[in-house]
């Protein structure tokens, strides 16, 4: 009798099509259930005679054919033993700053329920590193010495980005009128290109504020939760209001300068999931896509539960039929939770060694001239990354560049490890107090519901279909999403 080794797989099943996910080749096939079973009895019971086994079931031919389908693909090999020993790939691991986040305000005129910069109105004003804080603006020194060290210690790399944020950045229209254009003067000077976004809850999109974000080619992701029922549950201004009525003209102002190229950012919090409600009602006002994150961490009584994110699963696979339906009909729409899934899977190039460039090739400089892996770190000493005088202190980036997927504990034993990149580092400190650890209770789960119907929608769809999204989330999207590309 033959003796097999079993590579590392997910079998799963999603969108009513069975997949086998190869971990070690990074692909994936739809397949029928004589192979589903063929590799479930070699899993379960790798010491019987698994050919007699299935010809129970299926026929002589039908056994031989799925045995065969399985060594091809790599998911067996002959040899002793239920695992064959898993030879660890090499993951880039990308250092070097391309990205700089100018904190250039904590203040903020609204007061979002759920955020994590805050903790009660009660606490505004009190500290200068939280959102909503009273002070604690960027100087224009600051901002041009932070321009200065991206462009001088970006190397030889002709492509780097400054991301503006908050606070709301536009707080701060002054401050970016001058350091724009310092910006582009820098471009000229070394022969780089920089990219320049920001995020902003849409109060402040005046014609002129919008004028100087089209003329200045500043890409702006717009905060919004929604249709106004459920936008106005969460994203409150400061007298209590909601805050729906304020912003759309200004944001239909923007999109109506940029269409197809404005992203929209959603935040989805306990009991108000309506994922499908709330990406008919963006994309219809022309937003170019559209990303929901759950409220998670910090958030108090407004973050998701495991009821939550039951209800998230289940209607994220109804967008994804839905997603498969309309491009039958051509008509495509970058919901990019899951589109960028499709153009991760379609192809893979490279395996994810982390979740983002945080404390690696993007950093956040706060108003006081502190460097930290991202503005969700911003105020949090222990992750204080030097200052704009003495440089970036690799001391933290040292011990982020060692917690690869292959070495964080939660992480090295999950199938999407190489898709997922270990989730965001901020995430792992608010449920364990680390970096080593993950949400695993949360946002893992999501994360890998997402993948997997990603990878059925790819079963379905045709390559130039898959192409197009692909396509589509590389032009409108968070400005850090894919500050990465390539993933590491």
């Known amino acids: 009798m033959k003796r097999y080794q079993l590579a590392?797989?997910?079998?799963?099943?999603?969108?009513?099509?069975?997949?086998?996910?190869?971990?070690?080749?990074?692909?994936?096939?739809?397949?029928?259930?004589?192979?589903?079973?063929a590799i479930t009895c070699f899993e379960q019971a790798p010491d019987a005679d698994i050919p007699a086994l299935l010809r129970k079931k299926y026929s002589r031919w039908e056994v031989k054919n799925a045995i065969s389908y399985l060594e091809k693909e790599g998911f067996l090999t002959k040899g002793d033993g239920l695992r064959h020993p898993y030879r660890t790939p090499v993951l880039t691991k990308r250092r070097g700053i391309r990205h700089l986040e100018l904190l250039v305000t904590h203040r903020c005129n609204m007061a979002c329920r759920y955020c994590y910069g805050i903790h009660g109105q009660e606490e505004w004003g009190s500290a200068p590193f939280l959102y909503g804080a009273n002070s604690g603006s960027m100087s224009f020194e600051v901002a041009q010495k932070g321009v200065d060290y991206l462009f001088e210690k970006s190397g030889p790399r002709k492509q780097v980005s400054v991301i503006f944020f908050g606070g709301e950045p536009l707080l701060e229209i002054g401050l970016l009128k001058q350091i724009v254009p310092y910006i582009r003067e820098k471009e000229r000077e070394t022969g780089k290109k920089a990219d320049l976004s920001l995020s902003t809850n849409g109060l402040l999109l005046t014609p002129h504020i919008v004028d100087f974000l089209v003329e200045n080619r500043v890409g702006c992701q717009v905060s919004i939760d929604g249709p106004a029922a459920i936008n106005n549950r969460t994203r409150l201004l400061v007298n209590g209001c909601g805050s729906y009525d304020a912003i759309i003209q200004g944001v239909k102002r923007l999109i109506s300068r940029r269409p197809g190229k404005v992203p929209a950012r959603v935040t989805t919090v306990h009991n108000l999931v309506d994922l499908q409600g709330v990406v008919d009602h963006l994309l219809g006002l022309g937003f170019g896509s559209v990303h929901i994150e759950p409220a998670i961490g910090s958030s108090g009584d407004m973050g998701v539960t495991q009821d939550d994110v039951e209800r998230i699963k289940g209607q994220n696979e109804a967008l994804a039929l839905f997603l498969v339906e309309s491009v039958t009909k051509n008509r495509f729409f970058n919901y990019s939770n899951l589109v960028k899934h499709i153009r991760q899977t379609r192809v893979v190039r490279e395996r994810l060694a982390y979740y983002c460039g945080a404390g690696r090739t993007y950093f956040a400089l706060a108003q006081d001239g502190g460097f930290y892996p991202c503005h969700r770190f911003v105020g949090m000493e222990s992750y204080r990354m030097g200052t704009i005088e003495s440089g970036v202190d690799l001391t933290l980036q040292k011990k982020i560049l060692s917690l690869t997927v292959d070495n964080r504990p939660v992480c090295k034993d999950c199938?999407?490890?190489?898709?997922?990149?270990?989730?965001?580092?901020?995430?792992?400190?608010?449920a364990h107090g680390t970096l080593e650890g993950s949400n695993d209770k949360l946002s893992c789960q999501i994360i890998q519901h997402e993948i997997e119907c990603a990878m059925a929608i790819n079963s379905e769809l045709a390559i130039s279909d898959q192409d197009i999204l692909s396509t589509m989330y590389e032009e409108a999207t968070e400005p850090y999403l894919i500050t990465d590309k390539g993933g590491a």
Not at 21 to 26: C, H, I, L
Not at 29 to 34: K, S
Not at 415 to 428: D, I, N, P, S, V
């Open 415 to 430: 199938w999407a490890r190489y898709l997922c990149g270990g989730g965001c580092w901020k995430h792992a400190v608010d």
């Open 8 to 37: 590392e797989y997910h079998l799963f099943q999603r969108l009513g099509k069975l997949i086998l996910f190869n971990v070690e080749t990074m692909l994936f096939y739809e397949v029928d259930p004589v192979i589903s079973d």
